[in-house]
C-alpha cells in the first residue's frame, strides 16, 4: 500500500529509507492558513496568504527606526503567482515564554514581565490622528471587534465611530446594558502603536530575561487602552498567570482603564 507523504513536506518513509539526508528544516507552527518552518539554527520561514493583515515587515521597519525593543528582521520576503507569502526572519535566540514559564522563578518571572512593560512604554509614544495600520490600512483584531481574524476594520476617526464598529457584534446584548459600556468606554484618544497579542508564545526569554517580543503583523494604531485591555484575555492558564503579571507593571495610566 502506498504511504501518504507528509503533508507539509510531501516526504515518506519509504523515500527516507532510501537516503542518509536528515533534514535540518521543519515545520514548528500552524494555524488556518499559516505555517512556520526552522530553517537551520539562524532563520526561519513564515509561510501564509498574502491577504491582509500582512503588515508585519512594514511594523518591523517602524519599529526598528522608533525603539529599542527587541524584534526579529526580515532577510528576504516574496509573493508567488498564486498569492502565498513567503518571509526569511533571523531566528530569535531563547524560548517562548510559554515553555519556560511552568519551571521559572518568581523573580524571573517579575524581571520578564517588568522588563516587558519597560518596552511597551515606547510604544506610548508612538500616536497617530486616526485609529489604523500603517499606511492607513483597516485594524484587524477578532477579540475587540469579533467575531472573526482576517476582516479589516476602520480606519476611525473618533470615539463614534469607534463605538458603531465594535457595537455591531453587540447586537445580541440588552439596548439598555449597550447604553451602559458606551457611556463607559473610554476615550481612545490618543491612538497609540499597540501589539495587542502579547501572548505568552509572542514573548522570547532566555535565562530569566526578557529577549524578544515577536509577531507584529497586525500590530497598529489602536485605542489608548487596548494594549491594556486585550491583557484580560487568557488563553489557557499560563497565559493568564503572564497576563495577570504583566498588568501589574504596565503604566498607572493604563491601568486605569
Same mark, same amino acid.
Given at each position: 500500500?502506498?504511504?501518504?507523504?507528509?503533508?507539509?513536506?510531501?516526504?515518506?518513509?519509504?523515500?527516507?529509507?532510501?537516503?542518509?539526508?536528515?533534514?535540518?528544516?521543519?515545520?514548528?507552527?500552524?494555524?488556518?492558513?499559516?505555517?512556520?518552518?526552522?530553517?537551520?539554527? @539562524?532563520?526561519?520561514?513564515?509561510?501564509?496568504?498574502?491577504?491582509?493583515? #500582512?503588515?508585519?515587515?512594514? #511594523?518591523?521597519?517602524?519599529?526598528?527606526? @522608533?525603539?529599542?525593543?527587541?524584534?526579529?528582521?526580515?532577510?528576504?520576503?516574496?509573493?508567488?503567482?498564486?498569492?502565498?507569502?513567503?518571509?526569511?526572519? #533571523?531566528?530569535?535566540?531563547?524560548?517562548?515564554?510559554?515553555?519556560?514559564?511552568?519551571?521559572?522563578?518568581?523573580?524571573?518571572?517579575?524581571?520578564?514581565?517588568?522588563?516587558?512593560?519597560?518596552?511597551?512604554?515606547?510604544?506610548?509614544?508612538?500616536?497617530?490622528?486616526?485609529?489604523?495600520?500603517?499606511?492607513?490600512?483597516?485594524?484587524?483584531?477578532?477579540?475587540?471587534?469579533?467575531?472573526?481574524?482576517?476582516?479589516?476594520?476602520?480606519?476611525?476617526?473618533?470615539?463614534?465611530?469607534?463605538?458603531?464598529?465594535?457595537?455591531?457584534?453587540?447586537?445580541?446584548?440588552?439596548?439598555?446594558?449597550?447604553?451602559?459600556?458606551?457611556?463607559?468606554?473610554?476615550?481612545?484618544?490618543?491612538?497609540?502603536?499597540?501589539?495587542?497579542?502579547?501572548?505568552?508564545?509572542?514573548?522570547?526569554?532566555?535565562?530569566?530575561?526578557?529577549?524578544?517580543?515577536?509577531?507584529?503583523?497586525?500590530?497598529?494604531?489602536?485605542?489608548?487602552?487596548?494594549?491594556?485591555?486585550?491583557?484580560?484575555?487568557?488563553?489557557?492558564?499560563?497565559?493568564?498567570?503572564? @497576563?495577570?503579571?504583566?498588568?501589574?507593571?504596565?503604566?498607572?495610566?493604563?491601568?486605569?482603564?
Amino acid at each position: 500500500m502506498a504511504e501518504t507523504p507528509c503533508s507539509a513536506c510531501t516526504w515518506t518513509p519509504e523515500r527516507q529509507s532510501h537516503c542518509s539526508y536528515n533534514s535540518h528544516v521543519s515545520i514548528f507552527y500552524s494555524a488556518s492558513n499559516r505555517g512556520a518552518w526552522s530553517l537551520g539554527s @539562524k532563520f526561519i520561514l513564515k509561510e501564509r496568504s498574502s491577504a491582509p493583515p #500582512n503588515f508585519e515587515r512594514a #511594523n518591523l521597519q517602524f519599529l526598528s527606526s @522608533k525603539t529599542t525593543i527587541p524584534i526579529l528582521q526580515t532577510v528576504q520576503e516574496w509573493t508567488e503567482d498564486d498569492g502565498t507569502y513567503f518571509q526569511i526572519m #533571523n531566528r530569535m535566540k531563547g524560548q517562548p515564554l510559554s515553555e519556560a514559564w511552568p519551571t521559572m522563578s518568581q523573580t524571573d518571572k517579575e524581571r520578564v514581565a517588568s522588563q516587558t512593560a519597560e518596552y511597551l512604554k515606547q510604544l506610548r509614544e508612538l500616536h497617530s490622528d486616526r485609529m489604523e495600520s500603517l499606511g492607513g490600512q483597516p485594524l484587524y483584531d477578532a477579540f475587540l471587534f469579533p467575531p472573526k481574524y482576517g476582516v479589516g476594520h476602520g480606519p476611525f476617526s473618533s470615539d463614534d465611530e469607534l463605538w458603531a464598529e465594535m457595537s455591531k457584534s453587540l447586537t445580541h446584548v440588552q439596548e439598555e446594558v449597550r447604553v451602559k459600556l458606551r457611556e463607559r468606554l473610554p476615550t481612545a484618544a490618543p491612538y497609540t502603536f499597540t501589539h495587542g497579542d502579547l501572548t505568552d508564545v509572542n514573548i522570547m526569554v532566555e535565562d530569566g530575561h526578557l529577549v524578544g517580543i515577536i509577531d507584529w503583523e497586525a500590530a497598529g494604531y489602536f485605542p489608548a487602552w487596548w494594549e491594556f485591555a486585550a491583557l484580560s484575555i487568557g488563553l489557557g492558564r499560563v497565559d493568564v498567570e503572564w @497576563k495577570q503579571t504583566l498588568r501589574r507593571y504596565m503604566p498607572s495610566a493604563d491601568r486605569e482603564f
